[in-house]
């Protein structure tokens, strides 16, 4: 097995374990708190530090990544410099974290959360900032292994502390900080294991090199935060932390599923770096890339869709109903971010990363506008339709700057996702159709409508010519194919 599919296998299996924990663990949380104000607190103080916590990194950690892959030599002077920019960095972001809160008229509760939660800030910018050079040197077994030993940890103190204590949602945090701690602790052993003891000494011998070459870095990541989570902030201005609370059921639930292309992506990335000298093989290997996705997505998110209330219902409770139609809107954003993943992957081959960030860029102030409009429209359900109209833009803008990458038409990206996407839709029509009458035999018989669903999309799917034997044989052929991982050292 080679580096780069050893690498993917094992991060794409602690991913999945990871993010099945993740997603169990605040189903939990939902159905023990049973209150959406209390979940909404929680939720908000983790979307302010994880969004005051990219500034800790100003895009170092990308860099690491990088130019570790590059020149293991000096990995360790780069990490040291690294981290003493995070220690003079860090003091200002958790002052930042801690002034916000009044700011932005948090509530009590939300408050007091932040105050612990910018603890689990700190921990995690160090932590991976630290896989980041295990990463780099080719050993993500570690990462692998610390990030689902930290979620596990995470929620077994949560869940310990929900079911033994008083309902005091502080603890959920504590809980959250015990995981992060364990992966600083980990990562840390870790790299001291591979670069030396010393290689953890702040030092600022590169001047400010390291924030130079993060800075690209740290403007997508960004606009990113931004465009991920300005939803959250405006539904708690407008709406309230309740209302919050029962859009985070549907945050979650929606994007628990990102994970799923990172894989393939992870393949993808260096076989297109490989054909760049090649525009026909480059093309036909992002249209099987977007075909491939399509075939991933299509069948899990328009599924989804059509039992949207009932996974609601039986997974949070029916106080969490209000989040059914949102979900639906998300998942219909979720498509586009599905295939955006290959677009990414290519203008990061072709060194077009500035073009990338400004598509971003577009997005953010896409969804900043938008949100500001429609959540006062039409409630929670407005941040739902603005991540449509968002991730819609990001694609498009990305869409137009691969064609100058590639010579690629929209009849053509169509043609590759057709089948499948039709398949899809067709199969929620008919989910949606024979729900009904199944549940009217019993409240939980809707479920019998999954491997019909998953029938009525492999058959249509092959009938409009989305799912063919040539598909499946070229996609693995190309994955598998030795030119792509020759070039993957310094893409890892």
């Given at each position: ?90 003091p ?57 030993i ?31 701690t ?21 030092s ?21 935060k ?12 407008v ?65 989804l ?15 969490y ?31 077009m ?33 603005s ?34 996407t ?13 729900k ?27 009938q ?11 996609v693995?052929?190309?994955l ?9 050292p310094?893409?890892?």
């Open positions: 097995m080679s580096v780069l599919t050893k690498n993917t296998f094992l991060l794409t299996i602690a991913s999945v374990g990871q993010k099945a924990i993740a997603f169990f663990y605040f189903a939990f949380i939902a159905n023990v708190l049973g209150d959406e104000t209390l979940l909404g607190a929680y939720f908000l103080a983790l979307v302010l530090t994880t969004t005051v916590g990219v500034l800790d990194d100003v895009g170092m950690t990308s860099v690491v990544i990088r130019d570790t892959a590059k020149n293991q030599n000096g990995a360790k002077e780069l990490i040291k410099n690294i981290l003493g920019w995070k220690l003079c960095i860090i200002f972001t958790v002052f930042l974290a801690c002034i916000l809160p009044g700011a932005l008229d948090f509530s009590a509760q939300a408050t007091s959360l932040v105050y612990i939660a910018v603890f689990v800030m700190v921990a995690d910018t160090l932590s991976v900032t630290l896989y980041g050079v295990l990463r780099g040197l080719h050993t993500v077994k570690y990462e692998a292994i610390g990030v689902f930290g979620q596990s940890l995470t929620a077994i103190g949560g869940a310990i502390a929900l079911t033994t204590q008083e309902l005091d949602i502080r603890y959920l945090v504590f809980a959250l900080l015990i995981g992060s364990w992966n600083v602790l980990f990562a840390a052993i870790q790299v001291s294991r591979k670069l030396g003891a010393d290689a953890l000494i702040p600022w011998s590169m001047g400010t090199r390291p924030l130079r070459l993060g800075a690209m870095f740290f403007l997508a990541a960004i606009f990113v931004i465009y991920s989570y300005i939803d959250s902030f405006t539904i708690k201005m709406l309230g932390e309740g209302a919050l609370g029962v859009y985070s059921i549907a945050y979650k639930f929606a994007y628990a599923f990102q994970f799923l292309p990172l894989a393939f992506v992870g393949a993808l990335y260096p076989a297109m770096s490989a054909q760049l000298h090649d525009k026909i093989a480059l093309k036909k290997t992002f249209l099987q890339a977007e075909w491939y996705l399509a075939l991933l997505g299509a069948p899990i998110i328009f599924g869709a059509a039992l949207a209330p009932e996974i609601i219902n039986l997974v949070y409770g029916d106080r109903l209000a989040a059914a139609p949102v979900l639906q809107l998300l998942l219909i954003g979720l498509w586009f971010i599905f295939m955006d993943f290959p677009i990414g992957s290519l203008l990061n081959a072709s060194d990363q500035r073009k990338k960030t400004f598509a971003m860029g577009i997005a953010m102030i896409m969804n900043f506008a938008a949100n500001m409009i429609f959540v006062r429209m039409f409630g929670i359900a407005g941040a739902g339709y991540a449509i109209l968002t991730f819609i833009t990001l694609f498009c803008a990305g869409f137009y700057f691969a064609r100058q990458v590639i010579p690629l038409t929209v009849a053509e990206w169509w043609g590759s996702v057709r089948g499948v039709l398949a899809g839709l067709c199969m929620f029509v008919v989910v949606f159709l024979i009904a009458p199944l549940m009217s035999v019993h409240p939980l018989a809707w479920i019998f409508s999954i491997p019909i669903g998953a029938l009525v999309f492999i058959f249509l799917g092959w409009f010519g989305g799912i063919t034997a040539y598909h499946i044989q070229s693995t052929r190309n598998r194919s030795k030119q792509y991982v020759e070039d993957s310094t893409n890892a």
